[in-house]
C-alpha cells in the first residue's frame, strides 16, 4: 500500500478548475483505493490531495495519465517542491511500517509523533468510509 497528502496552488481565481480535473481523473486510475480532494479552508487559491494507493508503482503510472498531467499543468509551478516531502515520507512510513511496527515503534524510528501517526489514520479510516467512484 502506499499513500500521499500533497497540495497545490491553483492560478489565482482558478481553484476549481484543478479540482473538477483531478476529481475527473479517478475513474481511469487503475489501483486507486482513495482519492480525496479538497479546498483549503485558510488559502484561497490551495487544493489538497490526499491518495492511497495498492502500490507506488500504480501511483507513479497515475502520473502520465492525461487528465492529471492536465490537472498539474493547471496551476503554477510550486514554489518549493521540497516542502510536499515531510508529508509524503510520513504518509509512507505509517502505511508502509504499521503492519509490521507499533505505534510507539513508528514514532521511535521516524520521529513522526503519535498525534502524526493518528491524523494518518484517521484520513485512512475516513477514506475506506467513503471509497473514490468508479466507472
Avoid at 513508528?106 to 491524523?119: H, P, S
Amino acid at each position: 500500500m502506499y499513500g500521499r497528502i500533497g497540495s497545490m496552488s491553483a492560478a489565482p481565481g482558478r481553484r476549481n478548475d484543478p479540482i473538477a480535473l483531478l476529481t475527473g481523473a479517478v475513474s481511469d486510475m487503475p489501483g486507486c483505493l482513495s482519492y480525496v480532494v479538497a479546498k483549503d479552508a485558510n488559502q484561497e487559491n490551495a487544493v489538497w490531495i490526499t491518495e492511497v494507493w495498492d502500490s507506488k508503482e500504480s501511483h507513479d503510472a497515475s502520473l502520465s495519465s492525461p487528465s492529471v498531467t492536465k490537472a498539474i499543468s493547471a496551476g503554477p509551478p510550486p514554489a518549493n517542491p521540497e516542502a510536499r516531502k515531510p508529508a509524503r515520507a510520513l504518509v509512507s512510513a505509517v502505511f508502509e511500517n504499521l503492519q509490521d511496527m507499533n505505534v510507539d515503534e513508528l514514532v521511535e524510528e521516524f520521529g513522526v509523533t503519535r498525534e502524526q501517526v493518528r491524523a494518518v489514520l484517521a484520513f485512512a479510516a475516513h477514506s475506506a468510509e467513503a471509497p473514490a467512484p468508479r466507472p
